[in-house]
């Protein structure tokens, strides 16, 4: 019933309104399947390879295509291995991430409308009622997401004591409009960056106060407990040739960047803390997890890449305690499922994840429940960002 009759694959537009891939997969009764790949713009150096969205587009034609006509899209594994077949690279650099995640994702959302179930169960998941992702969303940010605003990147709330999806997702807005507010007040103008969060032109050290005000602010308004964390995206701060984190005309040595972190986790009793170290340095993640990982989270992203063997590697150094998932990073659900598996068997937490360049597709909100991860991230304002929010919601009310 699942077997695939046709694969299609075409240029959208995405948040940022670059091309992206998306792709229709049919199957033989009937069943329809469509995703799109999202984009990043700090990725990370061992990331699965995005290319041109039609050079992709004309190799994914020509040489995945043909392999996935007659495969079953109920049989996840199968497509993925007849994408990993048709590429032939380690990291999809001959038919790009892109074309492959796009199909990888179409094909399981065809496999659940034949089956006729929400894509999450058919992923093998089930909601949990007050067990369900917490959305981390991004209020404040600037690094390679906006020019002229903080050096973090991204400075995200937390509804950690939210009762439901949907005041988790509403708590996350409000805080959102509090910044606004606050900044305001300050008199601080703000245009917004790629995810949607306020991008102002402030230091990052007014910007933990400005955030720590609005958390305060929405949390008594709500009752229930909000916390908020950031994505760092050291690596972008990070400059190999003076072996420092730049933050304008400041550096910091690994020492202090330790230092600095493990400070505003206590100061700020921060929930996560994304990519607080470059990416190759193991060894300074595992010494901040070991600081500060019974209190927090340390979360590695470009450390990680959604890839089983950096995962492996991070888990025999101690290397932080949860991992993004992104699947794009990797290029198939299957993989990304590979990873989600190793670090629960492992403790590691899961949070997945969008990218900053998005579409209206809303497979992660799916992927989230179906692997019972204690986190999503994926923004706060903004459509192709509600566009996962929103079905997160659905999902709550099996309304999917
Ligand atoms: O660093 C990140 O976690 C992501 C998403 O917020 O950004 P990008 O997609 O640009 O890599
Ligand atoms: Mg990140």
Redo the contacts with the bound molecule.
């Keep these: 019933m699942t077997r695939i009759t046709s694969v299609s694959l075409r240029r959208v537009l995405d948040s940022r309104g670059n091309p992206t891939v998306e792709a229709d997969v049919l199957t033989e009764s009937g069943g329809f399947g469509r995703g799109a790949a999202?984009?990043?713009?700090?990725?990370?150096e061992y990331e699965a390879i995005e290319l041109p969205a039609s050079e992709s587009i004309a190799k994914a034609r020509e040489h995945a295509v043909p392999r996935l006509e007659g495969v079953y899209a109920g049989d996840q594994r199968a497509v993925d291995n007849a994408l990993r077949a048709a590429d032939g690279t380690d990291d999809f650099s001959a038919i790009g991430a892109n074309s492959a995640v796009a199909i990888s994702m179409a094909a399981a959302k065809a496999a659940a409308d034949v089956l006729g179930a929400p894509l999450y169960q058919h992923l093998g998941g089930a909601f949990r009622g007050e067990n369900f992702p917490v959305p981390l969303g991004?209020v404040v940010g600037g690094g390679?997401?906006a020019k002229e605003a903080t050096h973090i990147?991204?400075f995200l709330a937390a509804p950690v004591g939210a009762p439901s999806v949907s005041e988790a997702v509403f708590a996350n807005a409000a805080v959102h409009a509090a910044v606004a507010d606050v900044l305001d007040e300050r008199g601080v103008p703000a245009a917004k960056g790629?995810?949607g969060a306020w991008a102002p032109p402030i230091s990052d050290a007014e910007a933990f106060e400005v955030v720590d005000e609005a958390v305060d602010r929405v949390e008594d308004e709500v009752g229930f407990e909000i916390r908020f964390g950031l994505?760092m995206?050291a690596a972008e701060l990070y400059d190999d040739d003076r072996e420092a984190y730049v933050y304008g005309d400041e550096t910091k040595s690994a020492d202090e960047q330790i230092e600095y972190v493990a400070g505003l986790v206590d100061e700020y009793d921060l929930a996560y803390v994304?990519?607080p170290l470059d990416e190759n340095d193991y060894e300074a993640f595992a010494e901040l997890t070991d600081r500060v990982g019974d209190r927090t989270l340390i979360c590695g992203?470009?450390l990680f890449v959604t890839n089983v063997e950096r995962l492996q590697d991070g888990i025999d150094a101690g290397a932080a305690n949860s991992i993004?998932i992104?699947p794009n990073q990797i290029g198939t659900l299957s993989d990304a499922f590979d990873a989600v598996e190793l670090a629960a068997r492992n403790g590691y937490e899961t949070v997945i994840?969008?990218?900053?360049?998005e579409t209206e597709d809303a497979t992660i909100a799916h992927l989230a429940v179906a692997t019972d991860a204690g986190y999503i991230?994926t923004g706060t304002v903004g459509g192709e960002r509600t566009a996962k929010l929103n079905e997160l919601v659905r999902i709550a009310d099996d309304a999917v």
């Design positions: 999202p984009s990043g713009a700090s990725t990370g991004n390679e997401h990147q991204e790629d995810e994505d995206a994304e990519d992203d470009d993004l992104k994840s969008h990218r900053s360049g991230k």
